[in-house]
């Protein structure tokens, strides 16, 4: 769903329309609630409850630290290209990587059996 919403911005970025700006806050904002649940499930099968913590954290250190690169980055192709649009795209991109390369993730032995 986040790859369908983010080019969602292009929209709003063109025209300044608040139409397109509340269908990706919509969207956009059911995948963010989502989220955390399901990534906290997946670390407690496969680690264990008892590295769950420290795991999460971890992810949700790395996570900041990607958001804070990716808004420079996102300054500075704004600045080089004149607009948002190629950031916007490379957003979805992104988003699109991160869905196909969770579909690689295994359910944990215990739970094959």
């Known amino acids: 769903m986040r790859v369908v919403s983010l080019p969602l ?3 709003v970025a063109m025209n300044g329309s608040l139409f397109w700006l509340y269908v990706f ?3 956009f904002g059911f995948t963010f609630i989502a989220n955390m649940a ?3 499930g997946i670390v407690r099968n496969h680690y264990g409850l008892a590295s769950t913590g420290v795991l999460v954290g971890w992810l949700l250190l790395s996570h900041q ?4 690169a990716g ?3 996102g300054g500075l192709i704004y600045e080089a290209a004149g ?9 979805a991109a992104a988003a699109l990587f991160g869905a196909v390369f969770s579909l690689g993730i295994k359910r944990p032995r215990s739970q094959l059996e």
């Not at 630290?65 to 804070?68: D, E, K």
């Open 38 to 40: 399901p990534t906290v």
């Open 65 to 68: 630290i990607g958001g804070a």
């Open 9 to 11: 911005l292009i929209f």
């Open 25 to 27: 806050a919509v969207i």
């Open 71 to 73: 808004t420079y980055l």
């Open 83 to 91: 607009g948002y649009a190629p950031v916007f795209i490379l957003m």
